[in-house]
């Protein structure tokens, strides 16, 4: 049971450069989302999908884009990057009972670094 | 807005003392509460949670008491294990939630033996 899966772990970007960080999960999640973590900051949320084709903006979108063309990716992409978004990413999913509760599902993290 | 204020730590302790992190919040309506926990190198995962006024969530020996009145909902466990060594997020939940959970900073424990 793969569960929420990130990829890459680990990334070193330098500044001006783009990439995507991919998220697959195989649980047939409805919700989907993305969270940035910082040191003294907790978990911000960045955008976040209640379904194929509906995605929106969170807390803390800028500098970011997503998109959701099925039910189990939801890839953020960074266009731009910039030292700021230096980070710890997660990718976290639940179905919609789940999403009531609160009970969201998290993968284990993608690290960027941005020079 | 909402907002979960939690020490931020780190909290060390050794093994087999009572452990007490503090969780304050404030929200509109009736949120839900949780405690979510990260291991070394890992997403968070649910702990435990409590859906209404004076609810107890408990897993794993942990336990938390919702608290309307104080706006509270304070994390405890009587003896602690090195295993539990980790960072505990408090969070909520309020209204749909569509537009995700409010996080605390976080807490990092650790459990000297």
């Known amino acids: 049971n793969a569960g929420v899966t990130q990829t890459p772990k680990f990334q070193v970007l330098k500044t001006g450069q783009s990439m995507t960080l991919q998220c697959a999960q195989d649980?047939?999640?409805?919700?989907m989302s993305w969270y940035r973590q910082d040191p003294g900051m907790g978990l911000r949320l960045i955008h976040y999908s209640v379904g194929a084709g509906i995605t929106d903006q969170g807390e803390v979108p800028n500098g970011y884009n997503v998109s959701r063309s099925t039910t189990e990716d939801f890839p953020l992409r960074l266009l731009s990057a910039a030292p700021s978004q230096t980070s710890v990413y997660f990718c976290?999913?639940?179905?919609?009972?789940?999403?009531?509760?609160?009970?969201?599902?998290f993968g284990e993290g993608s690290r960027l670094t941005v020079l | 807005g909402n907002s979960v204020t939690q020490m931020e730590g780190p909290v060390t302790l050794s093994e087999e003392a009572f452990l007490t992190i503090n969780c304050t919040y404030t929200a509109t309506g009736y949120p839900s509460l949780f405690w979510y926990v990260q291991y070394p190198g890992e997403g968070l995962q649910l702990l435990l949670k409590a859906t209404k006024a004076d609810d107890k969530g408990s897993n794993k020996g942990f336990e938390a008491t919702y608290r309307k009145e104080t706006t509270s909902f304070h994390l405890e466990k009587g003896s602690v294990q090195v295993s539990d060594s980790a960072v505990y997020f408090c969070a909520l939940l309020s209204g749909g939630g569509a537009d995700g959970l409010t996080f605390g900073k976080g807490t990092h424990l650790i459990i000297q033996p």
């Open positions: 976290a999913s639940s179905y919609f009972g789940g999403l009531n509760t609160g009970e969201l599902f």
């Open positions: 649980m047939n999640h409805e919700y």
